[in-house]
């Protein structure tokens, strides 16, 4: 149980264009999922929170114009990359707080952002 | 303020021979505890939780991790380390005050050498 997808694993785009990221809960609902991108080498760095029909609660330095955030459903949040550069290549990790207590996140297997 | 220490880039271990990967936290209240294991271009894997209770938890794969609250540590380990047990591990803590923000250390890298 409490397994975590993301579509796509992988994407190349081009500058400029605007790239969306699925996570699904695939056998539990989740009111709350996470956003996370991870630079090469380094930690997870919490982008937003969102909650199931409200708007996603973005940490400080984070866009939310670029980096939109939908969660239109208790089983499915997107990520738009809007206008992507170079520089928002990345590895994107969202995950959804579990069932019975919500002490525990599980994470979507990530999706490799590269943008040329 | 939340914060998670894992004062060792990477640790080397025979193996066979038992491992332990690091962890401090910082925060207010009491605390929320987990350990994730991440294997290369994938997302992370749960693999244990302190939330109160027994000290000692115990979780997948052969893993335990002890929460001390005096030196606000909560150590991971294993009593003999597997080849596959090689990768990328976080430890990560979240206040019980509220909220869901969990706050993930910057990773211990675990090589494991037969």
């Known amino acids: 149980g409490a397994v975590v997808s993301q579509h796509p694993s992988r994407v190349i785009c081009k500058s400029g264009t605007s790239v969306k990221i699925e996570c699904r809960s695939l056998?539990?609902?989740?009111?709350?999922m996470f956003w996370y991108r991870q630079f090469p080498k380094q930690s997870l760095m919490l982008m937003a929170t969102?909650?199931?029909?409200?708007?996603?609660?973005?940490e400080q330095g984070v866009e939310k114009d670029k980096f939109l955030i939908n969660h239109a459903s208790l089983t499915l949040s997107t990520l738009t990359v809007t206008s992507a550069h170079p520089e928002d290549s990345s590895f994107y990790i969202c995950?959804?707080?579990?069932?019975?207590?919500?002490?525990?996140?599980?994470f979507g297997p990530g999706t490799r952002l590269l943008v040329l | 303020a939340q914060s998670v220490a894992q004062p060792e880039d990477q640790v080397n271990v025979a193996e066979g021979n038992p491992l332990t990967v690091k962890c401090t936290y910082s925060?207010?209240?009491?605390?929320?505890l987990f350990w994730y294991v991440q294997y290369p271009n994938r997302g992370l894997q749960f693999l244990l939780k302190?939330?109160?209770?027994?000290?000692l938890v115990k979780g997948s794969y052969g893993f335990e991790a002890e929460f001390n609250k005096s030196q606000t540590s909560f150590h991971l380990k294993k009593p003999s380390a597997l080849v596959s047990d090689s990768a990328l591990y976080f430890c990560?803590?979240?206040?019980?005050?509220?909220?869901?923000?969990?706050?993930f250390g910057a990773g211990t890298r675990l090589f494991v050498k037969a």
């Open positions: 995950s959804a707080l579990g069932q019975g207590g919500a002490e525990t996140q599980y």
């Open positions: 056998d539990f609902q989740a009111t709350t």
């Open positions: 969102s909650n199931e029909g409200s708007k996603a609660t973005y």
């Open positions: 925060v207010s209240g009491n605390p929320y």
């Open positions: 302190y939330i109160t209770g027994d000290n």
């Open positions: 990560a803590v979240r206040a019980n005050t509220g909220g869901f923000k969990t706050i």
